[in-house]
C-alpha cells in the first residue's frame, strides 16, 4: 500500500511540470523522426538493399517513438547524482522501504506520461495523416506482446539503476553513462533495425541485454515475431532480469557500505 | 575589442587550470567525447551501408557530411556547449544578477566563459576521417575549396550559437525548461543530413528545421565545389540578420528576468 502512496506522489510530482515533459518527448521524438526521414529519401529515391517496404520502415521508427517513451529509462541520473554524489540516498536509508522500488515509483509516471504523448503521436500519424500499417493481432499474441513489454520495462530499468550506482564507486559516473547510453542506441535498434546490421554485429547486439529493452517489443507490436519466437525472447528477457537483478542487490550491497553520505 | 579579448584570454587560462586540476574528470569527458565521435561514423556507416544515395548525396558524400558535421560539433562543444548546460542554473538560481553588474557585456560572460577541451577529439576524429573519405572516394580538395569550407564552418558555428541562445532564452519565461539544453543537443544533429531529406516535411516544420541544414551542408558544398557566390554571400547575411535577431530577444528577454532578490 505505501508504495502505491508513493506512486501517486510521484504521480503528482510528473503533472506538475507538463511543460518539461513535453520537451522530453520532442527530444524522444525528434531521433527517430530523423531516421525514418533519412529512409523515406533512402526508398523513394535511391537504390537500396534493404528488404523492408516503406511501410515497414515507417512502422518500425513510429513504435519506437512509443517505445523510446515508454521504455528508455532515465533515471541513473537520479540516481548517481542527486541520491549517491549529492547525498539524498540519506533519506532513503532511514526508511523501511526498498530503494528500488521507490524509484520504481519515481521514474513508472513519467514514463506513462511520455509513453501516452507517443500514443497521441501515433494516433495522429494512423489516423490523422492515414498512413497505415500492420499490428500485431491474435489474443494470445496481444498478451505475449504485453508481457514481453513489462519484461522489457524490467530489462531496462535494472540496468539503468546499475549505471546509477557505479557511482558509488566513482566521482564522475558521465563517462560510463555516455558509453551505455550510445551502445542502447545502436543495440537497442535505435538508428536502424538490427536486421540491417551486418550479420556479425547482429550476433553480437543479441548477447547483450539492450535489444532486449527496446527493439524486441517494437517488432513483437508490429507484428514480425511468431508466438513461439515470442517467448523464446521472453525466456531470455528473464534471463537478463535475473542477471541485472543479482547485478544489482550486489552493486546496493557492497555501495552503501562505502557510502558517506552527509550527516551519516 | 582588446579589453574583452584580454578577458577572453583569462577564461581561456582558467579553463587550461580547470582541465589541470581535475584530471580523472579530464580523461572521463574525453572517453566521452570519442564515444560519440565514433557513435557518429558508426551511424553514418550503418545507415548508408545498405542504401547508394539519399536526397541526391552519394555515400562518400554524406560521411563527408558526417566529418565536417563532427568538427564543427567538436568546435562548439569546446567553446560554447558548457556555457549553454550552464544558463538555466544561471538563470533559475539567479546567479545572472552577477553577470548582468559585472562591467562587460553579459551575454559575452554568459556564453563564452567555460571550455571543454575534450571535445577537440571530435575535431581531429572529423579531419581524420575528411582524409581517410578523400583519398579513399578519390575527392579532390583545392585550397580555395578548403579555406572557403573553413570560413563557412565558422558561419556554421556562429548559426548554430544564434539557434542555441535564441532557444535557451526562453528559459527567461520558464525557469524550470532546464532540458531545452538536452533538445538542443538532440535538434543539432539534424545539420549532419541532406537539406533534401526534410522537403517532405509540412512547409511549417521545414522552416522551423531549414537553419540547422545551413550548419554544415554548406562547407562541405564548398568542399566539393557545388557552391555559387550567391548562396556564399546569401549565407553570411542570413547568419548575421539571426545574430542581430537573437541580440535583440536577449536584451529584450532581460526585462522580463526576476533575479534573485526582486
Known amino acids: 500500500m505505501k508504495y502505491i502512496r508513493i506512486f501517486l506522489l510521484y504521480f503528482q510530482q510528473a503533472f506538475v511540470y507538463r511543460g518539461r515533459s513535453v520537451v522530453w518527448f520532442f527530444i524522444s521524438l525528434f531521433n527517430p523522426l530523423i531516421l525514418l526521414l533519412f529512409w523515406y529519401a533512402a526508398l523513394t529515391g535511391g537504390k537500396t538493399t534493404v528488404s523492408w517496404s516503406l511501410s515497414d520502415v515507417t512502422a518500425y521508427y513510429v513504435l519506437l ?6 521504455l528508455d529509462i532515465h533515471i541513473e541520473e537520479t540516481v548517481a547524482v542527486y541520491d549517491i554524489s549529492e547525498g539524498g540516498l540519506n533519506a532513503y536509508l532511514v526508511k523501511p522501504i526498498s530503494y528500488a522500488l521507490v524509484k520504481l515509483c519515481n521514474e513508472l509516471p513519467y514514463r506513462l ?47 539503468k539503476m546499475i549505471v546509477g550506482l557505479s557511482a558509488f564507486w566513482t566521482t564522475d559516473y558521465t563517462g560510463l553513462a555516455e558509453m551505455t547510453g550510445v551502445l542502447i542506441l545502436l543495440f537497442g535498434g535505435f538508428v536502424i533495425p538490427l536486421e540491417f ?3 556479425f ?11 532486449y529493452g527496446t527493439y524486441f517489443p517494437v517488432l513483437a507490436v508490429e507484428g514480425r515475431l511468431a508466438l513461439g519466437e515470442m517467448w523464446r525472447i521472453i525466456g531470455i528477457q528473464l534471463g537478463w532480469i535475473f542477471i541485472l537483478g543479482v547485478t544489482y542487490r550486489w552493486m546496493w550491497k557492497r555501495g552503501v557500505r562505502l557510502y558517506t553520505g552527509v550527516g551519516i | 575589442m582588446k579589453r574583452y579579448l584580454k578577458v577572453y584570454r583569462q577564461f581561456f587560462l582558467m579553463n587550461i587550470s580547470r582541465l589541470l586540476i581535475y584530471r580523472s574528470n579530464f580523461i572521463n569527458n574525453l572517453v566521452s567525447s570519442l564515444v560519440w565521435a565514433v557513435f557518429a561514423f558508426v551511424t553514418i556507416i550503418l545507415l548508408t551501408g545498405r542504401t547508394q544515395t539519399v536526397g541526391g548525396w552519394n555515400r562518400s558524400e554524406l560521411m563527408l557530411l558526417t566529418a565536417m558535421y563532427s568538427i564543427l560539433i567538436g568546435l562548439f562543444h569546446t567553446f560554447l556547449t558548457r556555457n549553454f548546460e550552464r544558463m538555466p542554473i544561471v538563470i533559475d538560481k539567479g546567479l545572472l544578477d552577477t553577470v548582468l553588474l559585472a562591467p562587460l557585456d553579459a551575454q559575452f560572460i554568459l556564453t563564452t566563459r567555460y571550455m571543454n577541451f575534450t571535445s577537440l577529439i571530435r575535431v581531429i576524429a572529423g579531419l581524420v576521417f575528411i ?35 535564441l532557444v535557451l532564452i526562453f528559459v527567461i519565461y520558464n525557469p524550470q525548461l532546464s532540458n531545452l539544453v538536452d533538445l538542443m543537443f538532440t535538434v543539432s544533429s539534424f545539420g549532419k543530413y541532406p537539406r533534401s531529406m526534410f522537403q517532405i516535411l509540412p512547409r511549417e ?12 551542408v554548406p562547407s562541405v558544398q564548398m568542399l566539393l565545389g557545388r557552391m555559387t557566390p550567391y548562396e556564399y554571400f546569401g549565407l553570411f547575411g542570413y547568419c548575421l540578420v539571426l ?5 535583440l530577444f536577449w536584451l529584450y528577454s532581460l ?3 526576476t533575479s534573485a532578490s526582486s
Open chain 1, 201 to 211: 554485429w547482429h550476433t553480437v547486439a543479441t548477447y547483450t541485454p539492450f535489444p
Open chain 1, 65 to 70: 517513438i512509443i517505445s523510446a517513451s515508454f
Open chain 2, 131 to 165: 582524409a581517410s573519405i578523400a583519398s579513399s572516394a578519390n575527392i579532390h580538395i583545392h585550397i580555395v575549396g578548403l579555406l572557403g569550407a573553413l570560413m563557412l564552418l565558422l558561419v556554421g558555428l556562429l548559426l548554430l550559437y544564434s539557434l542555441w541562445f
Open chain 2, 243 to 247: 545574430f542581430v535577431v537573437t541580440r
Open chain 1, 113 to 159: 506520461l511520455q509513453g501516452s504523448f507517443g500514443i497521441i503521436v501515433f494516433c495522429i500519424i494512423r489516423f490523422g495523416l492515414g498512413i497505415s500499417f500492420s499490428l500485431v493481432n491474435g489474443i494470445f499474441e496481444i498478451i505475449t506482446t504485453v508481457c514481453m513489454i513489462l519484461c522489457a520495462f524490467c530489462v531496462s530499468f535494472l540496468f
Open chain 1, 197 to 199: 546490421f551486418p550479420s
Open chain 2, 205 to 216: 516544420f521545414f522552416l522551423a528545421v531549414l537553419p540547422l541544414t545551413f550548419v554544415s
Open chain 2, 255 to 257: 526585462r522580463h528576468y
